[in-house]
């Protein structure tokens, strides 16, 4: 089979307004390849608010943008919130659904989570599926079925490898400057592809499975080397131009 094409893909979270573009430029330009001969896919989840001048400002270059949460109907009275549609509408191409921001600041459960990247892929996006324990969880040997749970209720029963990507990212990692050893990384995605296996089939050897939690360029190249990860979701180390191309060329 060919290889499982690589995915960067940038979290700005609540970050990023029009004086972030001409930084947003500087990674389009900066990412490797063209966007028909890229070597890896690569992809900014900007603000809802930006996604739109963002898509205008990289385009030509390889890299795609995404939205980071969405409600998941394509319209209704829903105060507040982004339909999938809208996204799709504004250029996104990708978005992040039950990042453990959004589950533990919105409550969002893994049906919410389910429901959203359902709406996603209806309107034609890849869902980012986020996965991951607390430090809690982890203490108590719980991670694999914590992480089990999320993948089984999280993950639509039709994902496939071009529209579902799982990114796991142990709570207690992000923003924190703490990754687990690579060996628990590498315990951790070789469990999931055996879960996706068991699932989807032959398929299930197919998603692209993301580390995510405290990337950055002096540890990029040390989890890139792990055979089961298919690349990285990126929140803090994205919002520099310089930090995200160095974790870019690691791939
Ligand atoms: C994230 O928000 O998905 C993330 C991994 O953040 P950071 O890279 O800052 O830990």
Redesign the pocket.
């Known amino acids: 089979a060919d290889p499982i094409r690589p995915l960067i893909a940038g ?1 700005w ?1 609540m970050h990023g307004t029009g004086a972030d573009l001409p930084e947003l430029k500087r990674i389009a330009n900066g990412v490797d390849g063209t966007k028909s001969d890229s070597p890896y896919d690569a992809v900014i989840c900007t603000p809802a608010t930006l996604i739109d001048r963002a898509v205008r400002t990289v385009v030509g270059s390889p890299l795609a943008i995404g939205g980071q949460d969405c409600h998941h109907a394509e319209k209704g009275a829903h105060t507040g919130d982004v339909s999938p549609a809208m996204l799709v509408e504004a250029g996104a191409s990708y978005v992040i659904v039950g ?1 453990s ?1 959004r589950r533990a600041d919105h409550g969002e459960s893994d049906a919410d989570v389910l429901g959203k990247a359902n709406g996603a892929h209806a309107a034609g996006m890849t869902a980012i599926v ?1 996965v991951g324990e607390t430090r809690e969880e982890r203490e108590a040997g719980r991670a694999e079925d914590v992480v089990d749970g999320q993948l089984a209720w999280s993950v639509p029963e039709d994902a496939r490898p071009d529209d579902t990507v799982i990114a796991y ?1 142990p709570v207690w ?4 400057g703490l990754t687990p050893s690579m060996h628990d990384i590498e315990t951790m995605h070789d469990h999931m592809r055996m879960q996706l296996k068991q699932r989807f089939g032959s398929s299930g050897a197919r998603f692209r499975l993301l580390y ?4 950055k360029p002096a540890n990029a190249a040390d989890i890139f080397a792990i055979s089961s990860v298919d690349g990285a ?5 994205s919002l520099k131009s310089d930090d995200f191309l160095a974790i870019c060329a690691a791939m």
């Open positions: 979290n979270k990042h921001e986020c990212e990692a992000i923003g924190t995510g939690g405290s990337v979701l990126i929140g803090g180390a």
